[in-house]
């Protein structure tokens, strides 16, 4: 039997499936902004755990994002650090509780649908939307952020033996290990 999503265009579809995404997040007294922001930071690499990032990653103001943080800080999922390079700047980092709430993150009902696809289809259906939103992005001036082994200055293999990684980052020339290739950045940069 079809479904209503057979009556709508896929613009349409996005958007109930963005609103449906939206509502599932008002749960364990978190906002969507907030359940956001601890998914970010425990993804994010060295170089994007801190505020300016986050509010570029979330296109939000400084403003918001301090009061999202705030928030989080007072529920005890995160914590601010000094920089390990530069002691005036902050770094974010997700509490032990903060981790351990993102095993029920909401979310997990939406990927839960996809996985009811079959997993070719699954892949096709990921690399279209992330083409959707790149789009987007380019048109409307969102930030790409990235997977680190995605990005044009990544080298695989550049740094043998270096006890940090075998990788290096073309930016920083800083090693990188394979748990480094695998995190987003907020310093991705795609393919020219
Ligand atoms: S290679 Fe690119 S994505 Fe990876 S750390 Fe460097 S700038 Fe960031």
């Not at 979310?107 to 289809?121: D, I, K, W």
Request: charge should be negative.
């Amino acid at each position: 039997m079809a479904g209503i999503g057979s009556n709508l265009s896929a613009g349409e579809l996005l958007d109930r499936i963005g609103r449906i995404t939206r509502g599932l997040q008002f749960v364990g007294g978190l906002s969507p902004a907030q359940w956001e922001a601890l998914r970010y930071l425990a993804r994010a690499n060295r170089y994007s755990c801190n505020p300016s990032a986050l509010a570029r990653f979330l296109g939000a103001t400084r403003g918001t994002i301090s009061q999202t943080l705030i928030a989080l800080e007072d529920k005890g999922y995160l914590r601010r650090l000094k920089g390990e390079r530069d002691r005036r700047t902050v770094r974010l980092e997700l509490t032990t509780a903060g981790v351990a709430l993102l095993e029920s993150d909401p979310l997990g009902e939406v990927e839960g649908a996809l996985e009811t696809l079959p997993t070719a289809e699954a892949a096709v259906l990921a690399d279209m939307l992330g083409r959707v939103l790149g789009h987007l992005q380019r048109r409307l001036g969102g930030d790409a952020f990235g997977i680190c082994e995605d990005c044009r200055l990544f080298s695989a293999e550049d740094a043998p033996g270096d006890p940090q990684g075998p990788h290096r980052c073309g930016l920083t020339g800083e090693p990188l290990s394979d748990g480094d290739k695998q995190r987003i950045c907020v310093e991705f940069r795609a393919d020219a």
